[in-house]
Nanobody
Framework: QEQLAESGGGLVQAGGSLRLSCAVSGLTFSNYAMGWFRQAPGKEREFVGGISWSGAGTNYGDSVKGRFTVSRDTAKNTVYLQMNSLKPEDTAVYYC??????????????????WGQGTQVTVSS
């Protein structure tokens, strides 16, 4: 009965940084890959990045590769999204999601079976 809760969103200037957190409750957190998605108003939900259950494997969307980093702390049952060099086009609601896979980080939202409520990130120019 896992639950996900994002935090850390807010307003930031272009070029700045934010760190999002996803706190996961439940007994099976460490058994699954985790992903981050984002969605701007009127646009499709977009894969941002994800991490395998072990933390050894990661995957990132092309638009954020080199700027964003996904990590996890199993002891704290928390997944992080470190966002650097933020751009106005990064403005969106960011969602944490639990995958149905353990070792594969899928880009398709169909590979995830539980979602947080989202946290707003706004980047001003």
């Amino acid at each position: 009965q896992e639950q996900l809760a994002e935090s850390g969103g807010g307003l930031v200037q272009a070029g700045g940084s934010l760190r999002l957190s996803c706190a996961v409750s439940g007994l099976t957190f460490s058994n699954y890959a985790m992903g981050w998605f984002r969605q701007a108003p009127g646009k499709e939900r977009e894969f941002v990045g994800g991490i395998s259950w072990s933390g050894a494997g990661t995957n990132y969307g092309d638009s954020v590769k080199g700027r964003f980093t996904v990590s996890r702390d199993t002891a704290k049952n928390t997944v992080y999204l470190q966002m650097n060099s933020l751009k106005p086009e990064d403005t969106a609601v960011y969602y944490c999601a639990k995958a149905t896979t353990r070792n594969r980080v899928l880009r398709d939202r169909g590979g995830y079976d539980r979602w947080g409520q989202g946290t707003q990130v706004t980047v001003s120019s």
